[in-house]
């Protein structure tokens, strides 16, 4: 199961102060609900906070500063109830400064500062200034909100993914993920399958681990076969993708566990010749095989599958000639000859 989006969260190093780059604290779980404002792992004892918006964050920002992150930030600290005075949208002054203090000290935090240089006052047109470069009077420290220290995602809920950091590891990578949106489902069935599956057919969902179940709903199935994977062999055969769509939110504990799915496509009144799905197998023309042994001896027969449930598929020769009786052997599987199963 994924979610919809997923965010990394990563460490942009140690303030200059600290002695070295070290994770010191993880606030959060996998599967949280987490809100904005909240910190979420601290580097070298200082904060990422989790903000709302949209714009990564890629600079500190201080006073002084003015754009579309300034008005970002600005819109994210009156979200959680900070004033910014009279300051004007887009522009870091006295009021977003001020917000930016009250904001650290509520978390438990020391605000982050900067020194800036300080700038002598314009000379008057009557007392013109001789020199070739303005007159730096001094610096002062001003409160700041670095980019260490801030992530911003635009959801209106955001859960904890998965959680890499640890206290003590370097902050090295990804240290966790943040997901937003609700849950989906990516499945796959077999080409046998395929022809059983509609979207819109009712879904029954379960988690193994947790043994929670859930509905839904069959949302699409793919026209053309799932390309293996690096490293995978594709002797199991053509698999297409499956989307199922939860008919509810799903609970925290299913993001990125693995389910089981029932799709009931149909039922048959009376009884029918079946055998293990993986007795099945299927030639590069897409014709479907059972590998039949009687006497010792194998043969291949061309079938049609029908329904399939519970690990089993229905059959039928497609020939006439062919004839699959209940109590024939069947080859399952790619196990040496001696392995096989009755139908």
Do not use: C, W
Request: aromatic share 4%.
């Amino acid at each position: 199961m994924t979610p919809s989006q997923s965010f990394d969260i990563t460490s942009s190093g140690a303030p200059k102060e600290a002695g070295r780059s070290v994770v010191t604290d993880v606030m959060v779980k996998a599967g949280q609900k987490i809100s904005y404002g909240h910190a979420m792992v601290e580097v070298s004892g200082r904060p990422i906070f989790l903000m709302k918006g949209s714009i990564p964050a890629y600079r500190d920002l201080m006073p002084g500063a003015k754009g579309r992150d300034v008005k970002q930030l600005q819109d994210a600290l009156a979200g959680l109830g900070y004033s910014l005075g009279g300051d004007v949208s887009g522009t870091f002054g006295k009021g977003t400064e001020g917000a930016t203090k009250r904001f650290y000290r509520s978390m438990g935090y020391a605000p982050a500062t900067a020194e800036v240089a300080v700038q002598p006052p314009t000379p008057s047109a009557s007392v013109p200034n001789t020199d070739d470069k303005a007159e730096v009077l001094g610096s002062e420290t001003v409160s700041v909100f670095p980019l260490a220290e801030i992530s911003f995602v635009d959801a209106p809920s955001v859960r904890v993914g998965d959680v890499k950091a640890t206290i003590g590891s370097e902050p090295n990578g990804v240290l966790l993920s943040v997901t937003t949106g609700s849950l989906t489902i990516d499945a796959s069935v077999a080409a046998y399958e395929k022809g059983l599956i509609r979207p819109g057919q009712d879904v029954e969902i379960l988690s193994e681990a947790s043994g929670k179940q859930a509905k839904g709903k069959v949302s699409s199935v793919s026209q053309a076969p799932t390309k293996p994977q690096s490293g995978e062999s594709g002797q199991a055969g053509e698999t297409y993708a499956v989307h199922v769509k939860p008919s509810a939110a799903l609970p925290s504990e299913f993001d990125g566990a693995d389910v089981r799915l029932t799709i009931v496509a149909a039922s048959s009144r009376d009884e029918v010749l079946a055998v293990p799905s993986s007795a099945i197998s299927a030639g590069a023309d897409g014709q479907m095989f059972v590998t039949v042994r009687r006497a010792q001896l194998e043969h291949r027969v061309a079938v049609r599958v029908g329904m399939t449930g519970d690990g089993f598929v229905q059959i039928s020769p497609v020939s006439d000639l062919d004839v699959i009786s209940q109590g024939d052997q069947v080859v399952i599987g790619v196990q040496p000859s001696d392995s096989s199963g009755k139908s």
